[in-house]
Structure formats: C-alpha cells, structure tokens
C-alpha cells in the first residue's frame, strides 16, 4: 500500500507540475523547491524527486548538480540555433522524400493537419504539438535516411518545448489567430506537384515563421499556488 502512495503521490506532482509548465504559469527558470513542495503537501521528498526527474526526462525541467531543478530556460542563441539546424534538416529530408511520397502519405498529413487546427483552435497544445509531430514526420521518414529522421525527431522535441513555452498562439489572447496549419497546407501541395525550389522557400519562411511567433511575457505563479487545491 505504501508503494502504490508513493507512486500515485508521484504522479500527483508530475502532473502538477507539468500542467503548470504547459500553462505557462510557472517561468522558465524558476527553480522547483523540493522543501517547498514537500512543506506544502506535507510529505517527503522522495515522491518529489521523482517526479522532477520524470519532467527532466521530457526536456521540461533542467537538473543542475550541487544547484537543484529549474524549469528549463534556453537562451535565444539556442532557440535560434534549434531552429536554424531544424530548417536545414528538414528541407533535406523534404527533398529527398519527396519521389517516395504517394497518395496514402499525403492522406496522412492532411488528417493530421485537421487535427492540428481542431487543437490550435481550442488551444489545445498537447494535442498540437502531437499532430504538428506527426506532420513534420510524415514525410520525414520517408527520406530514407535513419539518421537524418532521428536528427530531426530529435530536433522536434526539442522546439516543442520552445512552443510550451513562449509560443504566442497559446496565450490566452484572442488577437493571436493560428496560420501555421495553413503554411502546413501549402507544404502538402508542393510536396505533391514535387515543386523543389518553391517547397524550400515555404519551409524556409515555414520555420522563419516559428521563430517569429515566439515571446516571452507572461504572468506567473508561485509555486505553492500550484498545489493550493490540494
């Protein structure tokens, strides 16, 4: 019984802490105080510990030696850069997939940009960032190269994080309307007419894009107020 505390108590404060994250109501960089956390639910650290580490496995929180846990916080070199190597990547992998695709692929990534503006709307950003996923690598993997698909995957978890946390689209403003599924759309209908130079521009902006729509103001919380209910 003891076990099955600890675990559901585990992930009690995973969840916790990374709908928080997702909500944009903890910084990135804010540090998670397992003293804190264990005060405020009045339990021990363990529980804690565990949990920061399932997050720190997601890309979601850094763990730094001798320093303690901190909701991850790239510097905008890196974000630039993640990009920039994602771009470059990725119109590779487009150019060499593209005599591969047939109409069953194409099928794919219509349903999946549907499904992407169905979450985009409703600002649903776990479920974006899986559609916007299955996207990008629908025709990825069809480039035949293993190692330029795990790059690349490698490459789109790595800027989810970047969308969780500074993507406007998902600011609770109105103001803000999605588009990147209709620059999704564009890409599908190049990639059919296997439209080489135009598919590179629309990539190029595709990512320019991305890059533009991220901004980082927002208001946050402390973190005993994300375990106030409890």
Known sequence: MKIQQKQSMKVFIYHH??????ARQLPPGKQLIENEISRT??????????????LADEGLVDIVPNKGAFVTNPTKEEILQAYDLRKRLEIMAANQ???????????????????????????NITNYLKANQDFHMSYTQKCGNKFLIDFVKKLINQTSIYLILFDIVFEEDPSAEPYGYKEHLEIVQLLKQKKRKELKVCLENHFDNAIDSLNIHQEYKDLKEIFKTY
């Open 97 to 123: 997939a593209i005599e591969f695709l047939v109409e069953n692929d194409f099928k794919k990534m219509e349903s999946y940009i549907a499904e992407e503006k169905e979450a985009l709307f409703t600002k």
């Open 17 to 22: 802490l990374k709908e928080a994250i997702l």
């Open 41 to 54: 639910l009045n339990i021990s650290r363990t529980p804690i510990r565990n949990a920061i580490n399932l």
